[in-house]
């Protein structure tokens, strides 16, 4: 299956979730999915709530900006405004 990294692997783990879901439902099954040290740590820094989609957790996640391929949609909108 592969260690999952970045937004891509965090799409991957989220498309097998069933919403609603919770922080901890979501880090659980991260770490059953082999999501990478950086991407769990990533969601046990998310605020506790409750998900109702996937790209709610998408923007909720602070994942790296640095990381090549895994801006959150919210980080994407930053570098923007920042750009312009």
Known sequence: MG???GVDGLRQILDAMDFPA????IV???????GDEELVSALRAMPPADFY?????????PLPESEP??????????????EG
């Open 3 to 5: 260690v999952k990294r």
């Open 22 to 25: 919770d922080k901890d439902a």
């Open 28 to 34: 659980e099954r991260a770490l059953a999915a082999d």
């Open 53 to 61: 989609e996937p790209n709610e957790v998408l923007r909720a996640v």
């Open 69 to 82: 391929g895994s801006h959150t949609e919210s980080a994407r909108a930053r570098e923007h405004g920042q």
